[in-house]
Nanobody, 123 residues
Framework: QVQLVESGGGLVQPGGSLRLSCAAS????????MGWYRQVQGAERELVAG???????NYADSVKGRFTISKDNFQNTMYLQMNSLKPEDTAMYYC?????????????????WGQGTQVTVSS
């Protein structure tokens, strides 16, 4: 079973920066996509940023220009660099990885999640 372990969360003042890491227990090159999601209590989990196996990225409008997603295939780690943090970025941040295997007509999708790391932006 794939394990994803997030780290790097914490308390930061508005305007500050944090870098989140997601370390996988096996090669991340097997994942078709990886991403960072966040969730605040009482709300649905939302996609913050995603990255494909080929390196294409996408971002939620609320974080464009402030957050950068990246990955290191050799370190089996994905990152989220968060700059210019705002109080509304406060949430639990989760790492996600999706692996699609099989063949046409018989695809199997495996969805993996980490335990989350808390980010709190407050003065």
């Amino acid at each position: 079973q794939v394990q994803l372990v997030e780290s790097g969360g914490g308390l930061v003042q508005p305007g500050g920066s944090l870098r989140l890491s997601c370390a996988a227990s096996e090669t991340i090159m097997r994942f078709n996509t990886m991403g960072w999601y966040r969730q605040v209590q009482g709300a649905e989990r939302e996609l913050v940023a995603g990255i494909t196996s080929g390196g294409s990225t996408n971002y939620a409008d609320s974080v464009k220009g402030r957050f950068t997603i990246s990955k290191d295939n050799f370190q089996n780690t994905m990152y989220l660099q968060m700059n210019s943090l705002k109080p509304e970025d406060t949430a639990m941040y989760y790492c996600n990885a999706v692996a699609v295997t099989g063949r046409p007509g018989r695809w199997t999708t495996n969805d993996y999640w980490g335990q989350g790391t808390q980010v709190t932006v407050s003065s």
